[in-house]
C-alpha cells in the first residue's frame, strides 16, 4: 500500500512570494479596468458626436477630449501602478489600494460621461456638465495626493505645487467658468492634466533634484 507523505507547511518566504504573485495579478486586472474606463470616455465622444454635424468646435472638442483621455492614461499607467497614478507596488496593502482604485475608477467613469454630454453643448457647457467635469478631475487628483503620500519622496513641495494647483484650478473653471466656451475649457483641462508630468520633467532636469518633492 502506498503511503501518503505528509503535507509540508509552505515557508514564510514561499507563503511571501504566493502573495506577491496574486497582488501583481491583482494589479494587472485593475489596470486593465482602468483602460476599459478611458476606453468609454472614447466611446462616449464617439457616439455623442457620430449625430452631430462636424465644424470647427466639434473637431477642437474632440481633439481636447483625446489629448485629456491620453494624458490621464500617461499618469495612471506610465506615472502610476495598477491603475492609480503615483502609486507603487509595496506602497499600499492591497485592503488600502482597492478603495483608491475604486474611487479613481469613478472619477474617470465621471469624466467620460462629462465628455459625452459636452459633445451636445458645444458653445457653452450647461453648469451641472461643467461641474461633473471639472470636479471629476480635481476628484482625481485629490487621490493622486493621497497615493503620493505614501512614496518615500512625497512631502510639501510635491502637494503644493502639483496637487493643489490640480485639485484647485478644476474646482475655480467650474465655479466661474459658466462664460467660458466648451472646447477652451476642454483645453484648460488638458493643460491641468499635462501640468504634473511637466513639472517632474523640469525638476529631473535640476541636477541637485534626486526626488520628485523635497520633504
Do not use: K
Not at 512570494?17 to 483602460?35: H, M, N, Q, Y
Request: proline share 6%; charged share 15%.
Amino acid at each position: 500500500m502506498n503511503e501518503v507523505s505528509p503535507a509540508i507547511p509552505a515557508s514564510g518566504e514561499d507563503r511571501h512570494a504566493t502573495w506577491l504573485e496574486l497582488f501583481f495579478d491583482l494589479s494587472e486586472r485593475l489596470g486593465l479596468f482602468v483602460i476599459i474606463v478611458l476606453g468609454e470616455g472614447v466611446a462616449q465622444v464617439i457616439e455623442a458626436a457620430s449625430e452631430a454635424t462636424w465644424d470647427r468646435r466639434l473637431y477642437g472638442l474632440a481633439g481636447a477630449a483625446f489629448f485629456l483621455l491620453v494624458a490621464l492614461w500617461s499618469l495612471s499607467f506610465r506615472h502610476g501602478y495598477a491603475g492609480v497614478p503615483y502609486l507603487t507596488a509595496r506602497s499600499l496593502p492591497a485592503r488600502a489600494a482597492l478603495p483608491l482604485h475604486c474611487f479613481v475608477s469613478g472619477c474617470l467613469a465621471a469624466l467620460a460621461a462629462g465628455l459625452g454630454a459636452a459633445t451636445g453643448h458645444l458653445h457653452t457647457l450647461p453648469d451641472s456638465t461643467r461641474w461633473l467635469l471639472c470636479s471629476s478631475l480635481a476628484g482625481y487628483f485629490l487621490l493622486t495626493g493621497i497615493a503620493a503620500l505614501r512614496q518615500p519622496e512625497g512631502g510639501r513641495r510635491w502637494m503644493l505645487s502639483v496637487v493643489l494647483p490640480c485639485c484647485a484650478l478644476p474646482l475655480l473653471l467650474a465655479g466661474f467658468g459658466g462664460g467660458l466656451g466648451t472646447v477652451a475649457l476642454v483645453w484648460l483641462l488638458v493643460a491641468v492634466t499635462l501640468w504634473p508630468m511637466f513639472y517632474e520633467s523640469r525638476r529631473a532636469e535640476r541636477p541637485e533634484a534626486a526626488a520628485r518633492p523635497e520633504a
